[in-house]
């Protein structure tokens, strides 16, 4: 399976969400498809909604950390949406979720 990524923005937050398996061959469209968001939306906090990610792997955890690290210079709040096991244990276990805000809803 691949990856879908859009994005939509409400009036005070950019939603960005992502559908499918994140890893080694498609942590760039991530990571260009959230630039992307960003670059247009550049004002307002960033809500990645990973409920219908099925896979998550060291290279996803990775875009993610360089994701909240540029909203964090930029002045904007991550949340992350996860309610699945595929995304919440890799975070978990790397204890990520100590460093992310994760929510249950977008």
Known sequence: MGLAVRWKRTPAKLVVTVEGEIDTSTVRRLKDSVAAARDSEEQLDLVVDLRRVTFLNSAGL?????????????????????????VLNPIRLTGLDQVFTIVDTP
Request: glycine share 4%; net charge positive; with cysteine.
């Open 62 to 86: 990775a875009a993610l950390v360089e994701v909240a690290s540029q909203c964090h210079r930029a002045g904007q709040q991550l949340r992350l949406v996860c309610t699945t096991h595929a």
